[in-house]
Every structure is written in structure tokens, then in C-alpha cells.
């Protein structure tokens, strides 16, 4: 029944001055435009009013970290490295506290006082690393780059004295420049011979639970040895601005010669909607592997399928150093 009839047969039980009212709006509103008014106010199609899309903004800035090299009063200073591809040299920096002076005492967390993070803007050439400090608070490790670009360097520390805080700087790398980007989403990875799929359901604002799975010639793998305090280390990057993202690997602390597998759940802190770059680091006989993943929150907050099983594209294996 199309909309003024049905307009027409409500307010004729409701009187005459009611009637009067209807033939005045239909005079004026075309018809087929008015709303079935069951419709309109059904309870699921209520708009999020400012104030709860302010509180929503709200939860995701404090949510994102990542994206600074001040937090808290501690500064991430000037990162020292070679300026261009292939060249071997040293990649250094020191972390500066509310006062102005070096820290250096930290709390020892996932079994490493400083997580170093280091990833191209596109995502690709991704390495998690841990640098040696010196008596004067100043972090160095070996280095060579593999590639020309701008890469995101992040420290992830506990100042003893404070709170956690990852802080970042970029730099550039002269060479010639070949950019990759992940044009789809990906939810499966092969390196070395070993298969990993990630499932679960990745939602904004929220944690959420994302398990993978490893396996080697369809066999599952039951010998993930503990790597940084878990089965696996997972480090989730928010693709536009690379702000770094809180993963938490779930269960106990695995003891030293313990094995597990084949699966591993994290609890991920995705800040907004939008498409994640995930970096799982897993260890077996004593090598440490990386998988790579591309994945975007769906309105529903569903993890959207993959076209293919090909591993994620743009995203290379790590280099660790321990």
C-alpha cells in the first residue's frame, strides 16, 4: 500500500481535525516521499547523537599511540644511522627524561628492557629489534638498510620511574625508491615453509580476540617455542599514519623449554575503523620467523575476507637481533 493511503487509514480513526491535517500534507509533500512511520522510528535506526561520537573520538585518541616523540615528558632524541641503502654503519638514539637528562633505568617488559620497531611508510621492510644501552643511556645496534624510503622508527619502553611509552621518529634513506603497497587484504602468510592464518574479529574502540594458527605441510605445529615472554609477539600498526597499536599475547607465561601450538590468541586495541598492518613473530628451533597481515574492521566489526590465500603483499620478512 503506498504511503498517503496508508496515511489516510490511520488518521481516519483518529477524527476529523486529524483528516484535515493529512489532506494539508498531502497537498504538499509529493507522493511516495512520506515515511512509513514504522519504519522511520524503528529503534536501530536511531543516529549517534555529538556527544557520544565525541566520546567515541575520545577512546580512540587515547587509544593511539605511536605517533609522537614526546610522551609523558619522555623525548625520543635524534636517531643516528646510515644515510643510504647498503651502507654498513650503526643506528643509535637516546631517550630523554622529564628533566632533560638521559634515562637509563627501565623496567624489563616481554622480556626486554626497549623494543625497537622499524618499518618503511608502506609497510614494508618491517624489523623488530633490540638494542644494547651504554652507561650514558645511549641505545645502538648494528645497522644496514635494505631499501630506500622513509621509515618509522618507534622505541616501546618502561621508564622505571614512569609509565610505558612508545615514542617515534622518521627518517629518510637516499636510494632508489620502489614503494609497495598492499592493494587487498590478506589474512593468511607464508614464510619458510610455514603457514599462518589469522581469525577473529577486529573491531574499533574495543579488544579484540585474534587467533593464529601455524602450520607446516597442512600438519599443525605443536613446537612454538616462547618468544618474548609468549608463544608469539604480536605488533599491529594502523596503515595512514603507522600509529602503534596495544596487542597483548593472552594465557600464562610460558616457562623456559615449554612448547606450544599451534595456536596463539592476542587481545588487539584497534583505535578506529579502517585497514591494519599485523607483524606476528613466532619462534621455532630457535628462529625467529615473521608473518604479515593486511586487514580492515568491517561495519560490522568482522575481519573482511580475503580474496586470496597469497601472503600479504609489501611486507617482507623481519630481521631480529636478540
Given at each position: 500500500?503506498?504511503?498517503?493511503?496508508?496515511?489516510?487509514?490511520?488518521?481516519?480513526?483518529?477524527?476529523?481535525?486529524?483528516?484535515?491535517?493529512?489532506?494539508?500534507?498531502?497537498?504538499?509533500?509529493?507522493?511516495?516521499?512520506?515515511?512509513?512511520?514504522?519504519?522511520?522510528?524503528?529503534?536501530?535506526?536511531?543516529?549517534?547523537?555529538?556527544?557520544?561520537?565525541?566520546?567515541?573520538?575520545?577512546?580512540?585518541?587515547?587509544?593511539?599511540?605511536?605517533?609522537?616523540?614526546?610522551?609523558?615528558?619522555?623525548?625520543?632524541g635524534?636517531?643516528?644511522?646510515?644515510?643510504?641503502?647498503?651502507?654498513?654503519?650503526?643506528?643509535?638514539?637516546?631517550?630523554?627524561g622529564?628533566?632533560g637528562?638521559?634515562?637509563?633505568?627501565?623496567?624489563?617488559?616481554?622480556?626486554?628492557?626497549?623494543?625497537?620497531?622499524?618499518?618503511?611508510?608502506?609497510?614494508?621492510?618491517?624489523?623488530h629489534?633490540?638494542?644494547?644501552?651504554?652507561?650514558?643511556?645511549?641505545?645502538?645496534?648494528?645497522?644496514?638498510w635494505?631499501a630506500?624510503?622513509?621509515?618509522?622508527?618507534?622505541?616501546?619502553?618502561?621508564?622505571?620511574?614512569?609509565?610505558?611509552?612508545?615514542l617515534?621518529?622518521?627518517?629518510?634513506?637516499?636510494?632508489?625508491?620502489?614503494?609497495?603497497?598492499?592493494?587487498?587484504?590478506?589474512t593468511?602468510?607464508?614464510?619458510?615453509?610455514?603457514?599462518?592464518?589469522?581469525?577473529?574479529?577486529?573491531?574499533?574502540?574495543?579488544?579484540?580476540?585474534?587467533?593464529?594458527?601455524?602450520?607446516?605441510?597442512?600438519?599443525?605445529?605443536?613446537?612454538?617455542?616462547?618468544?618474548?615472554?609468549?608463544?608469539?609477539?604480536?605488533?599491529?600498526l594502523?596503515?595512514?599514519?603507522?600509529?602503534?597499536?596495544?596487542?597483548?599475547?593472552?594465557?600464562?607465561?610460558?616457562?623456559a623449554?615449554?612448547?606450544?601450538?599451534?595456536?596463539?590468541?592476542?587481545?588487539?586495541?584497534?583505535?578506529?575503523?579502517?585497514?591494519?598492518?599485523?607483524?606476528?613473530?613466532?619462534?621455532?628451533?630457535?628462529?625467529?620467523?615473521?608473518?604479515?597481515?593486511?586487514?580492515?574492521?568491517?561495519?560490522?566489526?568482522?575481519?573482511?575476507?580475503?580474496?586470496?590465500?597469497?601472503?600479504?603483499?609489501?611486507?617482507?620478512?623481519?630481521?631480529?637481533?636478540?
Open positions: 500500500m503506498r504511503a498517503p493511503a496508508r496515511i489516510g487509514l490511520y488518521v481516519a480513526g483518529l477524527g476529523v481535525v486529524f483528516v484535515a491535517s493529512a489532506a494539508i500534507a498531502g497537498a504538499v509533500v509529493p507522493e511516495g516521499v512520506v515515511p512509513d512511520p514504522a519504519v522511520s522510528h524503528a529503534p536501530e535506526q536511531h543516529v549517534a547523537t555529538g556527544d557520544a561520537l565525541e566520546q567515541q573520538s575520545t577512546r580512540g585518541a587515547a587509544m593511539t599511540r605511536g605517533l609522537s616523540l614526546e610522551q609523558d615528558g619522555y623525548t625520543l635524534e636517531v643516528e644511522a646510515p644515510a643510504t641503502v647498503g651502507e654498513a654503519g650503526e643506528l643509535a638514539f637516546t631517550l630523554t622529564p628533566a637528562e638521559p634515562v637509563t633505568e627501565f623496567d624489563v617488559s616481554h622480556e626486554q628492557q626497549l623494543h625497537l620497531i622499524v618499518v618503511r611508510s608502506d609497510g614494508a621492510h618491517f624489523r629489534v633490540h638494542p644494547v644501552m651504554d652507561a650514558d643511556g645511549r641505545w645502538s645496534l648494528p645497522w644496514t635494505d630506500a624510503g622513509t621509515y618509522r622508527i618507534y622505541a616501546d619502553a618502561a621508564p622505571s620511574a614512569g609509565d610505558a611509552v612508545t617515534t621518529r622518521t627518517i629518510d634513506v637516499a636510494g632508489e625508491l620502489a614503494p609497495v603497497r598492499a592493494s587487498e587484504t590478506s593468511t602468510a607464508s614464510v619458510d615453509g610455514y603457514d599462518v592464518a589469522l581469525d577473529g574479529q577486529l573491531r574499533a574502540g574495543a579488544t579484540s580476540r585474534l587467533t593464529v594458527e601455524v602450520t607446516r605441510d597442512g600438519e599443525p605445529v605443536t613446537t612454538l617455542e616462547p618468544y618474548l615472554g609468549a608463544y608469539g609477539h604480536l605488533v599491529a594502523r596503515d595512514g599514519d603507522l600509529a602503534y597499536l596495544h596487542v597483548h599475547p593472552e594465557g600464562a607465561e610460558p616457562e623449554g615449554q612448547v606450544s601450538g599451534p595456536t596463539v590468541t592476542f587481545g588487539v586495541e584497534a583505535p578506529t575503523p579502517g585497514r591494519y598492518l599485523l607483524y606476528l613473530d613466532f619462534q621455532v628451533e630457535g628462529q625467529v620467523r615473521t608473518a604479515a597481515f593486511v586487514v580492515e574492521t568491517a561495519p560490522d566489526g568482522a575481519i573482511a575476507p580475503t580474496s586470496d590465500d597469497a601472503p600479504a603483499t609489501g611486507h617482507d620478512a623481519a630481521t631480529h637481533d636478540h
